[in-house]
């Protein structure tokens, strides 16, 4: 079955470090990829997706993500951290039967 | 307007009691998704509507649980018997056409089952 696993619940960094949050996937074809960030009480948001070309892919606010088919990962990344990135962070995988698999979440504490 | 809206925003209830929880999906959005996220859990998928069509039910947790769409717009999701353990925030989100397509989530309905 489809899974999503991000092993890393909390991250604290410091303001303008480089962060990296994990995401490992299980799915037998070419799944679609996504990362979505929730704010304290504001909706889900997306950050970036990956369907298929460049396996780096640009989102918004600075984020990046790298799909690598050999460790069925799309880890995201931030050269630099700013306080307002604290949120959490999911990674989900959609089939092609439009049925989307969740991450647990990471949480992000962005020290100042 | 622009965005999913979702309604009630909070819902508490009765253990026994049915509730029905409310989608709005953004004008023109022919996919509509329904999740729960418990607390402290990620997302977890119930059911997909393309049009007025579910192609899907085995997503939903119980035969408590039941979703329709009407009019290719407006779903609802309708828990019979509640029970504590369906307290949970129930995200609603669309897209434009499906498969790939970026999804909009609303802010969601939570749920308290007492």
């Known amino acids: 079955a489809q899974s999503v696993t991000q092993p890393d619940i909390h991250i604290t960094v410091s303001e303008g470090a480089s962060l990296e949050l994990r995401c490992n996937y299980s799915y037998g074809a070419t799944p679609y990829l996504f990362w979505y960030v929730q704010s304290p009480g504001q909706g889900l948001q997306l950050l970036l997706k990956?369907?298929?070309?460049?396996?780096l892919v640009q989102g918004i606010k600075g984020f990046e993500a790298e799909f690598k088919r050999s460790q069925s990962s799309f880890n995201l990344r931030k050269p630099s951290v700013h306080w307002s990135d604290a949120a959490e962070y999911f990674c989900?995988?959609?089939?092609?039967?439009?049925?989307?698999?969740f991450g647990s979440g990471t949480k992000l504490n962005v020290k100042p | 307007g622009a965005g999913v809206s979702q309604s009630p925003s909070n819902k508490v209830t009765e253990k026994g009691k049915d509730v029905e929880l409310r989608c709005d999906p953004i004008?023109?959005?022919?996919?509509l998704y329904w999740y729960r996220q418990s607390l402290g859990q990620g997302l977890e998928f119930l059911i997909y509507f393309q049009g007025n069509s579910a192609p899907d039910k085995s997503g939903l947790p119980s035969d408590r649980f039941s979703a329709e769409r009407t009019g290719g717009s407006v779903s609802t999701l309708t828990i019979q018997r509640t029970q504590q353990e369906d307290s949970a925030v129930y995200l609603c989100?669309?897209?434009?056409?499906?498969?790939?397509?970026?999804?909009?989530f609303g802010p969601g309905t939570r749920l308290l089952v007492l």
């Open positions: 990956y369907f298929s070309g460049d396996t």
């Open positions: 989900a995988v959609g089939d092609n039967f439009n049925k989307f698999y």
């Open positions: 004008s023109g959005h022919t996919a």
């Open positions: 989100a669309s897209s434009l056409t499906g498969v790939g397509e970026t999804q909009y």
